[in-house]
């Protein structure tokens, strides 16, 4: 990690000074650290030195030392100093995730302890505390301070959830940075899945434990005829580490026997016994039935590799749900209205998100965590498509009674964002000549002359028509007369005259219109109050904002008041923090008399949560019903891409003016 990989260097230095041995007392005196700190430091510091050809000597009750000569001691000096130049300081999200492990290592650290250890204050320290208190509660888990240092106390399957979550998290972050120089070129398992493991467990033969655990990952999917995805993979190596790990030290998972029983029923705890099975076989670490029910959640929640295609979806429909069928329809509708494009007719969307919507349910229903790397970069690249992934939420909420998270809401916006892309493609045509190949390529080469964004599929003979397969025909062109009943036709001559250039034009305008719908859409005025909207308010905290317009809520019968509680859990669940400094908090429909959407500009913005940006535009939704919220989500999608619309909103004098802004008839 970078703040060991500073220490190291002080190390390095203090050895290159010294004319004798150093003891690992003298060590853990001159760093203010413990000898446990030091010898594992030495331990890491050996395995970089061997690699660059310089020899760290350790003698019992003599001490430590480094063996070189006058020309390598110059070529470490330079290398050394290369090395201070190039360090970087830590974010603070960063230097809390340091500071967690440091915690799960060993409970004994101190808050001198760990400032010494980070190179901050201590009042810098007590902040990432208070930071890293707050991300814990999201977990049920807590910090306690006792007498001794700090530690981490829950229950235990909400300590593996955040060590999964947290290990997870940090794949992505440069502080994992390890000394061991592994070849993992022939496997599936990600580099930093493994230097996170190993860099937590250090007491553990991790290469071994991770070898066996993708040898048996492998044989599941030879035997079962089970295929993950690669993330799948790579978490369930995360989770049965921990597992296994955490057996070793008495601390079992616990599941009652309903929820047992009823897990005891799916293919995926025949899946998950069978890996139990030979973890027991081939590292000799017996896991008890909650273990392996507990595996079996996280096999549920996730994605497998299944080659199902819009050809077999009928296949697919008999062993999904009912309810994730209507859900999907629902995300379907609901985003057509909000986006203004017809999305009936794409079966890859509707297969796609049934694929994605069997695991998250899953997921949602078992508290299953799923990070999602994308999440910032579509929040910021496709903002309008993540704005109605989010109106999606009240369908999880409606049919399936789910609090759905953003990183859900994530790749939801993907299966959507991929479904628009589709929608910009050019028009598949099909040639049909009864003149034959000459007469073909000439139809071909003037049609390519007078149309753009045209792709030409083939040219067939009328008599090939009659089995030809149309699926991904959007027009068919022909020069002789025939009947189609399955997709658009037009005759022309072959030659291709003005005339049916000027009638292919009218049927390639007419599909393109059939693909969106009329962007011309009626707004609900009563969605907004000029009473409910607020303009450079000076309030410094989110909690501190939702009081006051909640507060407005009651005050105006808009909202009982329990829709705080909602609005609060919701914000413990998730963030709300959309894109260009806007928010949406909201609370469920059980809690609200009437529609309305109180509005808030602010005078500066404010955090909206642990890993969010500085929000401005505060949107605080009481929303009773789908309708209303396809309405309010039009809107929110105009603001999102309308840089006029936006910079008004953002610039006007009174609430008067937002008011009118946002209850224009039509957008």
Request: hydrophobic letters at 40%; glycine letters at 2%; one cysteine or more.
């Amino acid at each position: 990690m970078q703040l060991a990989y500073e220490r190291l260097n002080k190390i390095v230095c203090i050895l290159l000074q010294s004319d004798s041995p150093i003891t690992i007392q003298a060590l853990a005196d001159k760093l203010n650290i413990s000898r446990r700190t030091v010898r594992k430091d030495l331990k890491e510091l050996k395995i970089f030195l061997d690699k660059k050809g310089f020899e760290l000597i350790k003698k019992p009750n003599v001490g430590v030392w480094l063996e070189l000569n006058d020309n390598e001691m110059k070529l470490f000096q330079n290398e050394l100093l290369d090395n201070l130049k190039n360090s970087k300081q830590l974010t603070p999200k960063q230097r809390q995730n340091y500071i967690l492990k440091l915690i799960f290592e060993n409970s004994d650290y101190t808050v001198s302890d760990l400032s010494r250890e980070v190179y901050v204050s201590d009042a810098t320290i007590y902040k990432d505390l208070k930071d890293i208190r707050d991300w814990l509660k999201k977990y049920n888990l807590q910090l306690i301070k006792h007498k001794n240092g700090l530690n981490i106390e829950g229950e235990e399957k909400n300590w593996r959830k955040f060590t999964a979550e947290l290990l997870v998290k940090v794949q992505n972050e440069d502080i994992l940075n390890n000394f061991l120089n592994i070849n993992y070129d022939n496997s599936r398992i990600d580099q930093s899945v493994y230097s996170s493991l190993k860099d937590l467990f250090t007491d553990v033969d991790m290469d071994r434990l991770i070898e066996v655990l993708e040898n048996i990952l492998i044989e599941v999917e030879n035997e079962l005829d089970v295929s993950f995805t690669d993330q799948t993979f790579n978490g369930l190596i995360i989770h049965t580490a921990i597992s296994i790990e955490r057996l070793k030290e008495d601390k079992n998972i616990v599941m009652d026997k309903n929820s047992l029983n009823n897990l005891k029923n799916k293919e995926e705890y025949r899946i998950a016994k069978f890996i139990a099975k030979k973890i027991d076989k081939d590292l000799a670490v017996h896991l008890p039935e909650a273990e392996i029910g507990y595996m079996c959640l996280h096999i549920l929640g996730s994605k497998s590799l299944k080659n199902v295609d819009t050809d077999n979806l009928d296949d697919l429909l008999k062993t999904v749900d009912q309810e994730i069928i209507e859900t999907a329809n629902s995300i379907i509708e609901m985003s057509e209205d909000i986006l203004n494009v017809s999305l009936q007719n794409d079966r890859k969307l509707f297969t796609g998100l049934i694929l994605h919507l069997r695991p998250a349910v899953n997921r949602l229903r078992y508290g299953l965590s799923l990070r999602n790397p994308l999440l910032e970069n579509i929040k910021k690249n496709y903002p309008n498509v993540f704005g109605a992934a989010w109106a999606t939420s009240i369908i999880f909420k409606e049919k399936l009674d789910l609090q759905i998270k953003e990183e859900e809401v994530a790749y939801i916006a993907l299966h959507l964002g991929a479904a628009l892309e589709r929608k910009k493609r050019t028009i598949n045509l099909l040639l049909v000549c009864g003149s034959g190949i000459g007469t073909a390529q000439l139809l071909a080469s003037k049609l390519q002359e007078n149309f753009v964004n045209i792709n030409i599929i083939d040219s067939i003979s009328l008599h090939s028509l009659k089995n030809c397969n149309l699926n991904n025909i959007d027009l068919i062109i022909s020069t002789v007369p025939t009947k189609i009943e399955k997709k658009p036709f037009i005759q022309v001559n072959p030659l291709l005259l003005k005339e049916d250039i000027s009638k292919i034009k009218d049927e390639l305008t007419q599909l393109k219109h059939s693909w969106s719908f009329n962007t011309s859409a009626e707004i609900d005025n009563s969605l907004f109050d000029k009473n409910l909207i607020f303009l450079d308010l000076n309030i410094n905290s989110k909690e501190q904002l939702l009081n006051f317009l909640i507060n407005e809520l009651v005050k105006k019968k808009i909202v009982k008041k329990d829709f705080s509680l909602s609005v609060f859990a919701r914000e413990e669940l998730t963030s709300t923090e959309i894109t260009k400094g806007m928010a949406i908090p909201h609370g469920d429909k059980e809690f609200v008399l009437q529609s309305r959407v109180a509005v808030v500009r602010l005078k500066k913005g404010i955090r909206w949560g642990n890993d969010s940006k500085n929000v401005k535009i505060i949107f605080l939704l009481a929303l009773k019903d789908k309708s209303k919220a396809k309405k309010f989500f039009r809107i929110f999608n105009l603001l999102v891409k309308d840089e006029e619309f936006f910079e008004n909103l953002i610039g006007a004098n009174s609430a008067d003016q937002i008011y009118k802004q946002l209850s224009k008839n039509t957008f």
